[in-house]
């Protein structure tokens, strides 16, 4: 089974340019979330989506930040434009199912972004 | 709202070590616990989990009770390995919204 597919690995670009990151989760996962992990700390919870629609985006700077899912497969992440701060991984994950469901969650590889 | 707290790392221990990592949370209704791990230049994997109250999770050695009581879902290993090394992270999935949060990580360094 193929696992969570992001792209690209890696980007830099400097502050106020914009960006997009692209998702691809597991065949069939319903549920998709987005997390910005900062060096040395936890996994933050962008956005969270449920096929096609948000579930949770209340940690989501949404004047800088969009993202959205139009078929319900893959994804994409945008930032513009970019602030210093916003260096950071950006994680992609799925699970199966309804959100409420017990179920885990796969991340992929993803995306180091350094803004210079 | 829901909220994971983890014990501040890092945590360095001699091979075949006694390990403990703390694991504290506040959730409405009945959230599923999970521990996942970070090894070098690798991404997030599932540990293990536990769904319910008095659940125990494991795998590879690693142990997790799932303890309503006292809020709390800390990770065990009887005898770490150099292998062990990476930063765990201890998460928490709303059973209203399926929300998956995360703690802070710990990072673990076993040492031959």
């Known amino acids: 089974e193929a696992g969570v597919a992001q792209s690209p690995r890696y980007k830099i670009i400097e502050k106020r340019q914009s960006v997009a990151f692209w998702c691809n989760p597991i065949?069939?996962?319903?549920?998709l979330y987005w997390y910005q992990q900062i060096l040395g700390q936890g996994p933050k919870l962008l956005i969270q989506?449920?096929?096609?629609?948000?579930?949770?985006d209340s940690q989501l700077p949404k004047d800088r930040f969009s993202a959205e899912r139009l078929k319900g497969v893959d994804s994409t992440l945008k930032i513009q434009p970019a602030k210093l701060e916003d260096s950071a991984v950006y994680l992609c994950?799925?699970?199966?199912?309804?959100?409420?469901?017990?179920?885990?969650?796969?991340f992929g590889q993803g995306t180091r972004l350094t803004v210079v | 709202g829901n909220s994971v707290t983890q014990m501040e790392g890092p945590v360095t221990l001699s091979e075949e070590a006694f390990l403990t990592i703390n694991c504290t949370y506040t959730?409405?209704?009945?959230?599923?616990l999970f521990w996942y791990v970070q090894y070098p230049g690798e991404g997030l994997q599932l540990l293990l989990k536990?769904?319910?109250?008095?659940d125990k999770g494991s795998n590879k050695g690693f142990e997790a009770t799932y303890r309503k009581e006292t809020t709390s879902f800390h990770l065990e290993k009887g005898s770490v390995q150099v292998s062990d090394s990476a930063v765990y992270f201890c998460?928490?999935?709303?059973?209203?919204?399926?929300?998956?949060?995360f703690g802070q990580g710990t990072t673990l360094q076993v040492k031959p």
């Open positions: 994950a799925s699970s199966f199912g309804l959100p409420q469901m017990n179920t885990e969650a796969f």
């Open positions: 065949s069939g996962h319903a549920t």
């Open positions: 989506f449920q096929n096609n629609g948000v579930v949770d």
């Open positions: 959730a409405t209704g009945y959230p599923s």
């Open positions: 536990a769904t319910k109250a008095d």
């Open positions: 998460a928490l999935k709303s059973s209203n919204t399926g929300k998956l949060i």
